[in-house]
Structures are given as C-alpha cells and as structure tokens.
T-cell receptor, first 117, second 113 residues
C-alpha cells in the first residue's frame, strides 16, 4: 500500500512554545489529508480536513488559531500546535487519501506523541 | 450521530488462542465498516472491510461480518500469533460521504509465546 510518513514520532515541548508536525505522502499525491487526535482510552477524533491549496476545514470544538494546518503541496501537510499547553498533550495522527474523483482508501502516518511540560 | 464502540483492552492471549474483539456502531446512514491495525511504531493499516450488510471481510486469517441486525462488526481470528500483537481499531464511514472515518478507541492485543 501507499506510505504516509509522519514526523516527529515523539516530541516533548515546554508550555507556551509551538510544535510543528509533518505529514508526507511518499509515493502518491494526496489532495486531501486528515488530522486526528487521540486522548488516552478515547477514540481517534477528527480534528480537521485539509485540502491542497485551500484552507482547512475544522471540526466543531477545534480551535483553528491554535491548530494551524497548512497543505501547500500534494505530498505535504503540516499541523502546528501553537502556544502549547499540557492539555494539548495527546497522540496526533494524519492520514492521506489518494487523489481521485471517488472516495478511496486512506493511508495513515505512524502518529506523533506530543507531551507538553 | 455516528459512533463506534469497541471492546476495551488490553487483551492478552497465548499463541494459537481464539481472538474476538467486539465492535458495535451507531450510524445515521448506511456505513461501510473497517478494521485497522497499528503495529508498534507504524501507522494504521487497513486490515479488512465490509461495505454492506452480511458482507464478510477477511485478511491474514482475521474475519469480521457486517451484522446490521445487531449493528456489530466483531473481529475474529481462530489462532493468533505473536506477530498479531498490535492495536486494533474499528471504524465506520457513511457511504457516499467524502468525510473521513469515525473510529473506536482501539484495543491493544498482546499475544504471548
């Protein structure tokens, strides 16, 4: 299957700083990328849908000014957690869908464990 | 709304034991159902899927049957291996929707030799 690379896999940052997470589709072009967050013992929750060249669509309750998403190319989307706080500590995972007219399978990155201290 | 409830883990089994991970769902439309697996250090991978009632998805010895009457999609394997140790996620997507998947909370499976 197609490969999605997410970096970094783990990051620890100080409260108040910003962290950028990258999601790359390595061998295919992805017009749409998705960002999820998972708190302990809870489901993966969709945060936002990112379309190449346009603004991301955020799910209800997700602050767009705090979680900045950029999808500047067909192979790269970034999620920046701005002014991070301990409650932002979570597992973040991206997925990318192969370009095409109909809905196709999504491929996932390995996730990023963010710890804010 | 749409939601997925799956069996809480962790689940620990001996090699060659029978595995069942329960998954039930609620959906406002006609969902397709999925099982994803995440091996340590890797991304989620599609394990199997079923797109309509009574369909059976199967892969790598795992099976799940789409049961509309019980709104379930339980994952089963007759004889697990150590290499099956991973986190398993049940998910749904409403057919015809461009929206992404709704996931369960995941079940950690550990298989001991």
């Amino acid at each position: 299957g197609a490969v999605v690379s997410q970096h970094p896999s783990r990051v620890i940052c100080k409260s108040g700083t910003s962290v950028k997470i990258e999601c790359r589709s390595l061998d295919f072009q992805a017009t749409t990328m998705f960002w999820y967050r998972q708190f302990p013992k809870q489901s993966l929750m969709l945060m936002a849908t990112s379309n190449e060249g346009s603004k991301a669509t955020y799910e209800q309750g997700v602050e767009k000014d705090k979680f900045l998403i950029n999808h500047a190319s067909l192979t790269l989307s970034t999620l920046t957690v701005t002014s991070a706080h301990p409650e932002d500590s979570s597992f973040y995972i991206c997925s990318a869908r192969v370009s095409g007219g109909r809905v196709t399978e999504a491929f996932f990155g390995q996730g990023t464990r963010l710890t804010v201290v | 709304g749409n939601s997925v409830t799956q069996m809480e883990g962790p689940v620990t089994l001996s090699e060659e034991a029978f595995l069942t991970i329960n998954c039930t769902y609620t959906a406002t439309g006609y969902p397709s159902l999925f099982w994803y697996v995440q091996y340590p250090g890797e991304g989620l991978q599609l394990l199997l899927k079923a797109t309509k009632a009574d369909d059976k998805g199967s892969n790598k010895g795992f099976e799940a049957t789409y049961r509309k009457e019980t709104t379930s999609f339980h994952l089963e394997k007759g004889s697990v291996q150590v290499s099956d140790s991973a986190v398993y996620f049940c998910a749904l997507r409403i057919s015809g929707s461009a929206r992404q998947l709704t996931f369960g909370s995941g079940t950690q499976l550990t298989v001991l030799p």
